[in-house]
């Protein structure tokens, strides 16, 4: 069995195609893992710095900050020192006051921003007596009140159940009173959309359906299959060798990305932060108890599963229609129209089958944020947790059902 | 030659003591007679059995409205089978079910009581198909490997099988070039290659000879008298001269049907001309024995 595996994974490196469509996706993952430490801030046409002296500057700042509660003592600290610029100036960035005293606290700043739903280059800086002001409440307050009015709206939006509110509720509880402050670029980066597992999905799945949706596909073409069929393993063995074959290349390629944009995004934001509670850096409404870093390592598993899935879709769908590109077209029909298309959740049940599309669910924002439970007899779970169980009962069926037509292959006409 | 002797009674001793059961029996080497000429010998292992039986019964395969197969009935020993008819008789139809490789609409196939769709039959089958393509980067050694993997053959063995069938289909010197780089005389020799790989006792060989010079024939000609003492080797082609020596029994078919089955000696006069009066006012059969 090892040596045919080996034999069909020789097949697929063995071509030309595969490495050039490798190396070119490779080379657009390894360029997108680096970007943060490519390119230069001009204002007005005066040379700021590079991208990679303001990442470490940021970085600097922001390790020095880590750790600290987001009490009240802290947040009035960073509105004060935002108060000394005008942020609707872009010239503040030339400023001494800014480099000297504003810029450290852009971390904490940034984050008070996004929690308020405001964005730190736009909204003027009297964010403290707008809080304040709200129902009189003291800012550690106001930011508790404006997180539940928050989570309440998106419930709302996702017309959850009382059983689900309960048990978001519950999840609640387990939250610590106030979050901490740290510095989580690079985590950050990793979860999100335009940088992170997503995007890795999205190239590594055109890739995979390009080269490892050949495997049976070229048995047909180079007509070797007719010899393939009548041998004593060339059935059951040999269908066996190559899922695994293309299974195992599709985990390479993809643990291959991964870790490129993995180095590329801890060389350009460091390590650190892995612990931050995912509401400082992403969801500030979200109730799981889960830190920014768990976040990006169940991303991984669920991008090391989506491959697999692909992968074997790709195998059994060009064994099924005798057509490498009627099966490339499938998979590249099934992610753009994922990408594009959103279904009202009104559709409760549609549209939360349709967060479970790897492409959807890898979207933090979207699928992995998702809080519809789906329920299995007495067992709750969010999407992030049911999907990989309909993924594996997928790839399970599609993989006996193309050793089903694999075995009985037939060889008509020519 | 010293190897192999050695290599067969070590088989016999293990079989002795009941330990393995032995299947390969037959086997082919290349040896040097005492003038140092190379020549090709088959080794034959008193095991083999002697009395095996393919069972083709009432084989019909039938495509929408053409009849490819009709009602064929045979039974196959020991010997070479050479199988005559013009092109679109239904030759590789029938192979490739005798392969397994096609269902019949009905009827059976069976090797000793074996049914052909199982991996047991598979096992003791050899095949070179008509038209089939080969892994272009691959080489000449991989291929041959690659074939004896499928065929259930282990690593050390299939190594060595090799070396051996690359020297025998004077392929040795290109054993490490590409696929892509050998002429088709070459490649059609890497196809028998591995049809006999596994020392099969079912060898089924649809237009063997395609591609082939002159003197590659006559070897390849020489092999299959060889094989065909201890397998049942069905040679399908519509150059007659191909099995005119080699053939004990004449198989012809047309239009899916079998027109005459008996034993070479029992035709008397000259097998083409034997072979056109059987299809005699078809101008396109002879056209193509001419070929």
């Given amino acids: 069995m090892r040596l045919l595996i080996g034999f069909e994974i020789k097949k697929v490196l063995q071509k030309k195609s595969t490495w050039i469509a490798f190396f070119l996706l490779f080379a657009l993952q390894a360029f997108m893992a680096f970007a943060g430490n490519l390119g230069t801030t001009y204002v007005n046409d005066t040379f700021l710095e590079t991208h990679r002296e303001r990442n470490a500057t940021d970085r600097n700042y922001g390790v020095a900050l880590s750790g600290r509660v987001m009490d009240e003592v802290f947040i009035e600290e960073v509105l004060a020192a935002n108060e000394k610029i005008d942020r609707n100036d872009s010239d503040y960035l030339l400023s001494d006051i800014y480099q000297s005293e504003v810029r450290k606290y852009d971390g904490p700043y940034g984050m008070i921003c996004s929690w308020m739903g405001g964005n730190p280059y736009r909204v003027s800086a009297d964010m403290a007596q707008q809080m304040q002001d709200l129902r009189g409440l003291d800012i550690v307050q106001s930011l508790e009140l404006l997180r539940k009015l928050q989570r309440e709206s998106v419930w709302e939006q996702f017309r959850l159940s009382d059983a689900e509110k309960e048990y978001w509720m519950q999840k609640e509880e387990k939250l610590p009173g106030q979050f901490t402050y740290q510095y989580a670029d690079a985590w950050d980066m990793l979860t999100d959309m335009s940088s992170g597992s997503y995007m890795t999905h999205m190239m590594i799945a055109f890739l995979i359906a390009f080269i490892v949706g050949n495997i049976f596909m070229e048995e047909h073409s180079r007509k070797t299959d007719q010899l393939l069929l009548c041998t004593k393993n060339g059935r059951q063995k040999l269908y066996a060798a190559k899922i695994i074959a293309g299974c195992g290349l599709s985990l390479i390629m993809t ?30 409404w979200y109730s799981y108890d889960l830190s920014v870093g768990e976040v990006f390592l169940i991303e991984t598993g669920l991008l090391f599963l989506a491959s697999l899935l692909i992968g074997i879709l790709t195998m059994v769908l060009s064994e099924a229609l005798h057509n490498h590109i009627a099966s490339l077209s499938i998979v590249f029909a099934g992610i753009v129209a994922a990408r594009l298309v959103t279904i009202p959740l009104s559709w409760r049940m549609f549209s939360m089958l349709w967060n479970c599309l790897p492409i959807n ?24 947790q049911a999907a990989p169980v309909f993924w594996l009962l997928i790839g399970a069926v599609l993989v006996v059902a193309g050793r089903f037509l694999y075995c009985r292959g037939q060889i008509k006409g020519r | 030659m010293h190897l192999l002797r050695w ?20 086997r082919i080497c290349l040896t040097r007679n005492r003038q140092g000429k190379q020549t090709i010998k088959v080794v034959h292992n008193t095991e083999r ?59 059976t196939i069976a090797f000793d009581g074996i049914d052909v769709a199982t991996e047991e039959y598979r096992s003791e089958l ?58 088709g005389g070459m490649k059609q020799r890497l196809g028998i290659a591995q049809a006999i790989i596994n020392d099969p006792k079912i060898l089924i060989l649809d237009e063997p000879t395609a591609g082939l010079d002159p003197k590659e024939r006559v070897r390849f000609r020489n092999m299959i008298a060889e094989l065909g003492k201890d397998s049942i080797v069905i040679l399908s082609t519509h150059i007659v001269s191909d099995v005119e020596h080699i053939a004990d029994y004449i198989l012809m078919m047309n239009q899916g049907k079998l027109t005459f089955q008996g034993k070479r000696e029992e035709i008397t006069d000259d097998l083409e001309a034997f072979y056109l009066r059987e299809f005699g006012e078809n101008e396109d059969v002879y056209e193509d024995a001419c070929l």
């Fill in chain 2, 126 to 183: 050899g095949y070179l198909p008509q038209d089939f393509g080969y892994y272009p980067e691959f080489t000449g050694k991989d291929f041959l490997m690659y074939m004896a993997a499928l065929k259930g053959i282990g690593k050390r063995e299939a190594a060595r099988r090799t070396e051996e069938l690359l020297e025998i289909v004077s392929l040795k010197e290109a054993a490490k070039k590409k696929i892509k780089t050998y002429s």
């Fill in chain 1, 361 to 384: 669910l890898l979207k933090t924002d979207q699928g992995f944020f998702d809080l519809r439970l789906f329920g299995f007899g007495g067992l709750r779970m969010t999407t992030w």
């Fill in chain 1, 255 to 284: 643990l291959l990305f991964w870790l490129v944009n993995l180095m590329g995004n801890m060389i350009c934001f460091g390590p650190e932060g892995f612990s931050a509670a995912v509401q400082t850096v992403k969801g500030f």
């Fill in chain 2, 7 to 26: 290599y067969a009674a070590f088989a016999y001793i293990r079989n002795r003591q009941g330990k393995q059961t032995i299947k390969m029996v037959c």
């Fill in chain 2, 49 to 107: 059995e002697e009395n095996m039986e393919l069972v083709i019964d009432r084989l019909t395969k039938q495509y929408k409205n053409k009849i490819a197969v009709d009602r064929i009935s045979l039974r196959f020993a020991q010997g070479i089978y050479g199988l005559l008819g013009a092109n679109g008789a239904g030759k590789t139809t029938l192979m490739r079910m005798l392969c397994g490789i096609l269902n019949p609409t009905s009827g």
